[in-house]
Nanobody, 125 residues
Framework: QVQLVESGGGLVQTGGSLRLSCAASGRTFSGYALGWFRQAPGKEREFVAGFDWQGTSTYYADSVKGRFTISRDNAKNTVYLQMNSLKLEDTAVYYC??????????????????WGQGTQVTVSS
C-alpha cells in the first residue's frame, strides 16, 4: 500500500499563496486516484481537488475552482496543490488521499484506500 506524506502548510495572509506537496512512498502511486481534502475545525472532511487514477483528468470543488491547481510529478511520485488567492475559509488541515482505480469525480466520495497525516494551512486577515 502506498504511504502519503504531506508538506508545505503554514500561515499566510488572505490573498496569499501556498503550495502543498504530497509524496508517495512504499510504492508508486500508479493505479491510484489521488487528491486533496481538507477539514476545518468542527466540520467534516471535504474534497478539494483530485486526479483520476490515470493522471489524465482533474476535478475541483466549486469553492476552489479558479484559485487552486492540482498537479503531479510522476518521476517524483508527488502530487501538488497550488493555492492562490487564499481566503479565511480555506483555513483547515489539508490531507492527501487516494482511491484505487477511481475517476477524479468519484474520488470526491469514499471509501478511500490511503491517507496522509495532514498539514495545517492557516489563513489570517
Amino acid at each position: 500500500q502506498v504511504q502519503l506524506v504531506e508538506s508545505g502548510g503554514g500561515l499566510v495572509q488572505t490573498g496569499g499563496s501556498l503550495r502543498l506537496s504530497c509524496a508517495a512512498s512504499g510504492r508508486t502511486f500508479s493505479g491510484y486516484a489521488l487528491g486533496w481534502f481538507r477539514q476545518a475545525p468542527g466540520k467534516e472532511r471535504e474534497f478539494v481537488a483530485g486526479f483520476d487514477w490515470q493522471g489524465t483528468s482533474t476535478y475541483y470543488a466549486d469553492s476552489v475552482k479558479g484559485r487552486f491547481t492540482i498537479s503531479r510529478d510522476n518521476a517524483k511520485n508527488t502530487v501538488y496543490l497550488q493555492m492562490n488567492s487564499l481566503k479565511l475559509e480555506d483555513t483547515a488541515v489539508y490531507y492527501c488521499g487516494g482511491k484505487h482505480f477511481s475517476t477524479a469525480v468519484a474520488l470526491a466520495t469514499g471509501p478511500y484506500d490511503c491517507w496522509g497525516q495532514g498539514t495545517q494551512v492557516t489563513v489570517s486577515s
